[in-house]
């Protein structure tokens, strides 16, 4: 959607732009809006965003900014609002501006051990240019910014509350620091006065998250806790695309049950092998010894039996494998009979 060129949120785009280039501690803010569509209206509203946050930030997260920016691909507004309200993934180090301060900081600080016998005849230029080669970083006119957390978003949420006319857009899941900035922004004290308007992908391409933004009825503490937990399962192998294949084989449709099927992630079992593996498993979970059941392997048809116990088992095929639940609540019963795919 696009602004008129005679609609005065062109002219306030302007003014927004003009305010930030004009902030002393971020002289380089410039360099990254210097081809800012002022017509498009969603340019607008990140612009809005990243102006309220950074009029609120005490001078430290300022001067983090100011080198985290450089440390990054800024590929537009988006980015630059990612990074701002991302500060607490990077380290700062004050004071420090050359090759030379980072390299004194390390060995005053003890990140490098140097004795004073051999202090005087080290080059310390030299020394932290190599951390900076190995570690990345930017230096910032009052120090040094390293990514030393990480970053990575789930949605990107619009926010508003009935206490304010602007809207509030923060990318989940929000670090603590943020909960602050969004209530005072939307003018209410508790997170839980404020609802969520839109949610969308964070990252594009993210092809097995498209529908979950619109599952009905996400509060922002629940957008929110989603999107903490589905970081936290991408980081055990396998948890990620279990919770995603129970999400379809239950037939989720609101936010609600999402985080429930989150925190029972543990009742489902993710199959991943063909029907002769599948009837193997079977085999062992009604106490066969694995010794007997390669005795009988060339005797007994497992694919077949495999087949059976998949449909005893009520095994159900998704885009993300085959899913069983091992207890709770059987699966809804399916809108339309499947085959195991490719299976049969």
């Keep these: 959607m696009r ?17 930030l280039n004009a902030n002393p501690a971020l002289p380089n803010m410039k360099n990254y809006l210097q081809n800012v569509d002022v017509l498009d209206v969603e340019a607008h509203e990140t612009l809005q965003q990243i102006f309220e946050d950074v009029s609120t930030m005490p001078e430290e997260e300022l001067n983090t900014l100011a080198a985290a920016l450089d440390a990054e691909s800024i590929n537009g507004l988006e980015d630059i609002l990612l990074i701002e309200q991302s500060l607490d993934a990077y380290t700062f180090w004050p004071d420090v501006t050359t090759d030379r301060e980072l390299g004194q900081y390390l060995a ?10 051999v202090s005087p005849y ?14 990345g970083g930017a230096y910032g006119p009052k120090g040094y910014a390293q990514r030393t957390g990480i970053i990575d978003p789930v949605f990107k949420a619009v926010i508003r509350s009935s206490d304010a006319e602007e809207s509030a857009i923060a990318f989940l899941p929000l670090h603590a620091r943020q909960v602050g900035k969004i209530t005072g922004q939307l003018s209410v004290r508790e997170v839980s006065e404020t609802y969520v308007e839109e949610l969308r992908c964070a990252k594009p391409g993210r092809r097995e998250l498209e529908q ?11 957008a929110n806790s989603l999107a903490h ?59 066969t010894p694995q010794q007997a059941i390669d005795s009988i392997e060339g005797y007994m048809d497992l694919e077949d039996f495999g087949r059976v116990m998949m449909v005893e088992d009520d095994v159900r095929q998704t885009r993300y494998g085959l ?8 699966f809804p019963r399916q809108k339309q009979a499947l085959e195991i795919g490719g299976l049969t």
């Design 3 to 19: 602004y008129g060129p005679d609609n005065p949120k062109v002219q306030e785009t302007l003014t927004i732009i003009r305010q």
């Design 108 to 117: 005053d600080s003890g990140f490098v051990y140097i004795s004073e016998d």
């Design 122 to 135: 080290v080059d310390y230029a030299l020394l932290g240019l190599d951390y900076y080669t190995n570690h």
């Design 212 to 222: 979950m933004p619109y599952l009905e009825g996400p509060s922002l503490q629940e």
């Design 229 to 287: 937990k589905l970081n936290a399962m991408r980081k055990t192998d396998g948890e990620y695309l279990k919770f995603l294949a129970a999400l379809e084989a239950e037939q989720v449709s609101t936010f609600a049950g999402a985080l429930a099927v989150a925190d029972d992630l543990d009742s489902y079992t993710r199959f991943t092998g063909d029907l002769e593996d599948y009837g193997r498993d079977a085999l062992r979970r009604m106490g």
């Design 323 to 330: 899913i069983r639940k091992d207890w709770g609540e059987d």
